[in-house]
């Protein structure tokens, strides 16, 4: 046991402490010790102990804290922190891979197979130039520094029992861990999620920062290994800690919780083991940017482009020959085996549910810049699990979902490892008023039954779709028109529903996407908790579900364009009539300059929609929403035509990109609802603000 008194500029923050914090309380049972002997030791070894010898020496214990026990003690105006060793056995105080393992081994309560994985890895990849050694904290982490309460300086670093000899970058991962922390995980100690715009420099900023006052390079070749390594060593801990807890011998009432962050901290270190850093201070100007994205979205948008140009673009060919080559056969809505696995490579780069801010940390306006770059190629999104319509269902789950619905299915779409459609359109009545939709919802006990015919079904014919969303009426009288539809959660396998056949887009089946499909629900029966939300809430589901969707959308359709300039322009410079290249005929030099500015143009509208929702919310960015659903296709489409003429009759045919692109582009004027309704929209909220104006001037 040792004491350690705590300086006079540590007693005011300790004192307040004390006065506010709920988390000092009485000695808890298992470490109690002799109160009397404890004085006695104090008042012979630590000076200025015995000033008040008159006054009681009272001791109580902090409740935070999952290692060693630790205690206020207080003896008059003195105040004091004595910690102590926890009972039963430590931790090492070795970082070495075989050592936390053996503990992890000592202590495990189940089998987890990515500490098992993780382990051999690092074992196999120990850096070739780990000979450089120092004294190693061990437990480096902002938990453990003491700041000096006026001055921006560290005065005392604490909890030195990790302490060991190693190489000095592993405290710096250590540090670091808290930045790539996964977000489905509750943080420990009640910490939250790193936020930007607090002042706490990125990961990159603080490695620049500890890189110069060392002397090296700010670019780490090994930096994967000391993350990975670092991850190991939390599961070990939080292993540990649940082992106490079970034995009795833990300070916090909350140990237990420890059992459930072993296997998602490991399996995080496995993915950070097969990341590619780029540890350098990356270099942005942001000069004349109308919407600015956040340093984690320039950043994520960085490695977005190298991943595409590295391992998505280089794969086209070879995607598209799979589809050639089995379009008629029964392998034609599988995909081929190289999107799994850059799939796997995009989550291990930590590229993986982008779309989804409570998950990546991403601005709409962030994100948006993303989607353009994913939409320069047509199975990109899916290989950061970012495509339609998944990216909306996760949304719907992940608002209006129950815990037991996204157990049951939000989480394996996260993952990747099923996949799921919207069925809402409906051939028996113009679907464009979403109000006049047939398809039933009827409660029957502990049961909805769904009777109705829909489609335009995205993904069905994918054979890892395994979850379809449907939009049916629940009706009830005493209702408004809006809220007498609901939304309902429907496997595919469920018996009734029916597959009937694939439909073509102007010819094309879209196979990778899996298609678009016309499904009927016959007497198709799903338990009461599969509803969504609640009885009649469907429009309002569909509201929030269509906001950041049409961002995607929209920007994905840029990224498109810039794509069919690319073609555009190449074959303008290459192909000759008339005994000049085409880009010397004025009208197709208009016809390339006319695209640049309509493509600059749509990427700013669809931006400040972006910029809307980050700002006010899709509620009250419905008008931007809505404008961008009309000009976006609308443009692209016009471009994608000029490009056709330019290519001739290569343009139509298969050996160019063109027609289909066109023919998807056609389509979002009619998927996203028609134009028609989207203009009458904006036409009825711009009249409405017009007049709000001009009351206000009157």
């Not at 026990?69 to 105040?79: D, E, H």
């Not at 939709?437 to 029957?444: A, K, L, V």
């Not at 007498?484 to 879209?510: A, C, K, W």
């Not at 036409?683 to 709000?692: C, I, T, V």
Request: proline share 5%; glycine share 6%.
């Amino acid at each position: 046991m040792d004491s350690t008194p705590v300086r006079p500029w540590a007693v005011a923050v300790m004192e307040a402490c004390a006065a506010r914090d709920p988390e000092m309380a009485e000695v808890l049972p298992q470490h109690k010790f002799d109160c009397r002997s404890l004085e006695d030791y104090l008042s012979q070894h630590l000076p200025g102990f015995v000033a008040e010898p008159e006054t009681t020496l009272s001791v109580t214990q902090y409740r935070l804290g999952q290692s060693n026990p630790t205690f206020y003690l207080q003896k008059g105006i003195q105040a004091y922190v004595l910690r102590k060793k926890p009972p039963g056995s430590l931790l090492p105080k070795a970082h070495k891979v075989s050592t936390w393992t053996k503990q992890y081994q000592a202590t495990a309560h189940q089998d987890i197979p990515a500490i098992s994985h993780l382990s051999d890895w690092l074992m196999k990849n120990l850096p070739d130039n780990d000979n450089e050694q120092c004294l190693l904290h061990g437990d480096f982490k902002l938990d453990n520094i003491v700041f000096h309460p006026k001055e921006s300086r560290i005065i005392a670093v604490l909890d030195w029992e990790l302490s060991t000899i190693g190489h000095p970058l592993s405290d710096l991962a250590y540090l670091c861990v808290f930045y790539f922390w996964p977000r489905t995980v509750p943080m420990i100690n009640h910490c939250s999620y790193f936020q930007e715009n607090i002042g706490i420099p990125s990961v990159e900023e603080l490695i620049s920062i500890y890189c110069r006052h060392r002397g090296i390079n700010s670019v780490l070749p090994n930096w994967n290994f000391f993350l990975a390594l670092s991850y190991f060593k939390m599961a070990g801990i939080a292993q540990g800690v649940y082992s106490r807890y079970l034995l009795g011998n833990n300070s916090s009432e909350n140990s237990f919780l420890f059992a459930n962050l072993v296997k998602p901290l490991a399996e995080t270190g496995l993915q950070l083991s097969k990341r590619t850093f780029n540890t350098a201070l990356p270099q942005t100007d942001t000069a004349g940017h109308l919407f600015v994205q956040t340093r984690t979205g320039r950043e994520v948008l960085t490695r977005v482009k190298d991943f595409m140009k590295q391992h998505i673009l280089p794969a086209e060919k070879e995607v598209i020959a799979f589809y050639v080559q089995n379009g008629n056969s029964v392998d034609k809505w599988r995909k081929p085996l190289v999107i799994d696995k850059l799939k796997e490579m995009a989550k291990a780069e930590g590229l993986w549910n982008l779309f989804l801010p409570a998950v990546s940390g991403l601005s709409q306006v962030d994100y948006a810049f993303i989607a353009e770059e994913t939409g320069k190629c047509f199975f990109a999104p899916d290989i950061f699990n970012c495509q339609a319509p998944d990216t909306g269902n996760m949304e719907v789950l992940h608002l209006y979902g129950s815990e037991e619905q996204k157990k049951q299915w939000l989480e394996p779409l996260l993952q990747g490892s099923i996949t799921s459609c919207f069925c809402m359109t409906e051939p028996g009545v113009a679907s464009s008023d979403a109000t006049n939709i047939e398809c039933s919802i009827q409660r029957d006990g502990n049961s909805y039954v769904i009777n109705g015919k829909k489609w335009w079904s995205s993904g069905v014919g994918s054979p890892t779709c395994k979850i379809a969303i449907v939009m049916g009426r629940t009706e009830n009288s005493s209702e408004s028109r809006h809220k007498q539809h609901s939304m309902i959660l429907v496997p595919i396998n469920t018996p009734g529903v029916e597959v009937i056949r694939p439909l073509s887009v102007f010819g094309y089946m879209d196979n990778f996407h899996g298609g678009h499909f016309e499904v009927h629900f016959n007497q198709v029966r799903v338990p009461v908790t599969n509803l969504i939300l609640g009885e009649g809430r469907g429009f309002e589901i569909a509201q929030g579900r269509l906001g950041p969707g049409r961002i995607h959308h929209c920007m994905r359709t840029v990224g498109l364009a810039e794509r069919v300039l690319q073609i555009m322009c190449e074959r303008a410079t290459q192909r000759v009539t008339f005994k000049k290249k085409l880009s010397a005929h004025e009208v197709v030099a208009h016809w390339i300059a006319k695209s640049r500015i309509a493509i600059d143009q749509i990427r700013l509208l669809t931006l400040k929609a972006a910029n809307s929702i980050d700002t006010v919310g899709s509620a009250r960015a419905m008008k931007e929403i809505a404008m961008i659903k009309v000009a976006v296709p609308r443009v692209v489409c016009k471009i994608i035509d000029r490009a056709i003429q330019v290519c001739g009759g290569a343009g139509v045919s298969q050996d160019y990109p063109l027609a289909n692109m066109y023919a998807l582009t056609r389509s979002l004027r009619l998927a996203d609802g028609p134009d028609e309704v989207h203009l009458s929209a904006v036409a009825g909220m711009e009249l409405h603000d017009q007049a709000k104006a001009l009351t206000a001037k009157l």
